[in-house]
């Protein structure tokens, strides 16, 4: 394991001003400090053999333009909750830091891990796009991350809900209560959990011997698009159920088949995925996936725990379940 | 949450007599404890409720016609060992209780849990056809499965390797050894892992553009089947690497390969999957893909700490390793 002394020699400089720069001390130049930061990330220098001493600082990374979190009805607000929950009567300080790709241009993941003391990150809300998701690659800081995953890196997991069941189980129910042509919408298949989730969707209609057509799929980066274009589509193929990759979506399409005169769930199912806090408010009220937000934080926590102790587990999946209300009934037209 | 005052109800009998057969009093008749736990499990009542007080109880269920776990060099001993190292100074007892299908048969999964004070199993080497398993289904009693997975109940888990990333290791690994043609042989896909890597050796394939045509495949129940016909027929197709569902059916190959007069790995790449014992012992020493045990046993242990807190997650993968022997190599045909 590489050593402050290891630094030292690479760098022809004092273990003391080393020991200086990994504290913060103010008498070091920030060039400096820079300097032996990105050697000690080089040699694969982590603080993660000191966290059971003094360091014990865990952060959680929240990508700010992605994902909200201050308010009770923010989606990420219950996951920091339940991350907390479990972590700080463990003895962790968890702080909260904001960030978008501005802040990771300038500085690199671990650099930013070491300047500020902490030995393992919680990463909520990061893009394909996101520059870190490219350090999360090779880092050996402990990363784990919500609704992401980085494959052959031992250092980082992946948490979220299993996608697979809780489309399984919207599917079983739209069967049984007698519908056939099932569509699907989503927003753009541009992050991870949304080609999961339109992969999930196509496969449980296989696995219960129902059409599995691409074309009963319209997703679009614009929810305008979803709702002027893809809908009113999959409304004239003869769908009697639309599953939506997102609540907000399934939300937008209630609104919207109610404007063009369909009645739900008469004329048409809608189930959503997420279970925000909306759901029950809707109207008529939501049928969706629960992927319960408290439990994702608490199961976040006991990954990070896990990586901490060199146990090197990859992917971290939690129950779906299926919250059933007044937006599925059975078709009138079958 | 049902009490013991309501099986007392159910069955009209005095609440002393329901706890004196949860505790396995002597002076309670067979005949009456068995009716009082069916009861007890038919109202959905556990013991977990009490697992902080008193009851710190878990079993590590073997299904021992299947899987080993005696001696350092059994597959499951060091799975044990991983589990028992967390477990037990969380201040759990652990008890070991190897079972096949006939006590499974004359008791239920729960039934058995309650009479013998155990909150929570680990379930390895179980087989679809193990009566428990529908058990597993609808049972309240948490229980994480090693290699097995049941979708829609909560209360289980399923821990094993990210199959995935050990197939797209072990196919980039040959990709960029110059391997074109590779094939796979596994013992009969009549296991959920078994499925479960044959399934992640073509999408492992298909995402490195190479050719992944079934007839690649040879499976079969039969280990002869495997050498005698599967084997000489991917050689006979020009194949120049095989890539084996496990170590076992690889260190075979290895020696069939070598007395059919071709040389390893100048005219075939072998690769395994689990790194067993053996695998540094063989002739050439074989490359495979790690699970490591001592994890899956820790990872095991999370599992159960996470069902136990009423935080139900459902999969926990590690990650995968490519471990790098003589076995493969660049191919001299290409």
């Given at each position: 394991?590489?050593?402050?002394?290891d630094?030292?020699?690479?760098?022809?400089?004092?273990?003391?001003?080393?020991?200086?720069?990994?504290?913060?001390?103010?008498d070091?130049?920030?060039?400096?400090?820079?300097?032996?930061?990105?050697?000690?990330?080089?040699?694969?220098y982590?603080?993660?053999?000191?966290?059971?001493?003094?360091?014990?600082?865990?952060?959680?990374?929240?990508?700010?333009d992605?994902i909200?979190?201050?308010?009770?009805h923010?989606?990420?607000?219950?996951?920091v909750?339940g991350?907390?929950?479990?972590?700080?009567?463990?003895?962790?300080?968890?702080?909260?830091?904001?960030v978008?790709?501005?802040?990771?241009?300038?500085?690199?993941?671990?650099?930013?891990?070491?300047?500020?003391?902490?030995?393992?990150?919680?990463?909520?809300?990061?893009?394909?796009?996101?520059?870190?998701?490219?350090d999360?690659?090779?880092?050996?800081?402990?990363?784990?991350?919500?609704?992401?995953?980085?494959?052959?890196?031992?250092?980082?997991?992946?948490v979220g809900?299993?996608?697979?069941?809780g489309?399984?189980?919207?599917?079983?129910?739209?069967?049984?209560?007698?519908?056939?042509?099932?569509?699907?919408?989503?927003s753009?298949?541009?992050?991870?959990?949304?080609?999961?989730?339109?992969?999930?969707?196509?496969?449980a209609?296989?696995?219960?011997?129902?059409?599995?057509?691409?074309?009963?799929?319209?997703?679009?980066?614009?929810?305008?698009?979803?709702?002027?274009?893809?809908?009113?589509?999959?409304?004239?193929?003869?769908?009697?159920?639309?599953?939506?990759?997102q609540?907000?979506?399934?939300?937008?399409?209630?609104?919207?088949?109610?404007?063009?005169g369909?009645?739900?769930?008469?004329?048409?199912?809608?189930?959503?995925?997420d279970?925000?806090?909306?759901?029950?408010?809707?109207?008529?009220?939501?049928t969706?996936?629960?992927?319960?937000?408290?439990?994702?934080?608490?199961?976040?926590?006991?990954?990070?725990?896990?990586?901490?102790?060199?146990?090197?587990?990859?992917?971290?999946?939690?129950?779906?379940?299926?919250?059933?209300?007044?937006?599925?009934?059975?078709?009138?037209?079958?």
């Amino acid at each position: 394991m590489t050593t402050i002394q290891d630094i030292a020699d690479k760098l022809g400089i004092s273990k003391g001003t080393v020991s200086k720069a990994l504290n913060g001390a103010p008498d070091i130049s920030e060039t400096l400090q820079k300097q032996i930061l990105e050697t000690a990330v080089e040699l694969g220098y982590t603080k993660l053999r000191r966290y059971k001493n003094s360091a014990k600082r865990i952060c959680i990374l929240i990508q700010k333009d992605f994902i909200q979190y201050t308010e009770p009805h923010h989606f990420a607000y219950d996951i920091v909750i339940g991350f907390r929950q479990l972590a700080e009567p463990a003895g962790f300080e968890v702080e909260i830091v904001p960030v978008n790709a501005e802040p990771q241009r300038e500085t690199s993941y671990e650099v930013f891990m070491l300047r500020n003391n902490f030995v393992c990150a919680f990463a909520l809300g990061f893009s394909l796009n996101d520059p870190w998701m490219k350090d999360f690659q090779t880092s050996r800081t402990p990363v784990v991350l919500y609704d992401n995953q980085i494959r052959g890196n031992p250092s980082t997991a992946y948490v979220g809900v299993d996608n697979d069941e809780g489309m399984d189980l919207a599917i079983a129910h739209l069967k049984e209560l007698g519908h056939k042509g099932i569509g699907y919408l989503s927003s753009a298949l541009e992050s991870h959990i949304m080609q999961i989730r339109y992969n999930a969707f196509f496969q449980a209609l296989k696995r219960h011997g129902l059409e599995d057509d691409p074309v009963l799929a319209g997703c679009s980066f614009f929810l305008s698009e979803c709702m002027d274009r893809h809908l009113p589509r999959l409304l004239d193929m003869g769908v009697t159920a639309v599953v939506c990759g997102q609540d907000t979506i399934a939300s937008a399409a209630l609104v919207q088949c109610q404007q063009l005169g369909y009645k739900i769930p008469q004329d048409l199912s809608i189930v959503g995925f997420d279970d925000l806090p909306i759901c029950p408010y809707t109207s008529p009220p939501l049928t969706t996936i629960r992927q319960d937000r408290i439990n994702i934080g608490k199961c976040g926590y006991y990954a990070a725990m896990s990586l901490m102790n060199g146990v090197f587990l990859g992917t971290v999946l939690l129950h779906a379940q299926l919250i059933v209300r007044n937006s599925s009934g059975s078709p009138v037209r079958k």
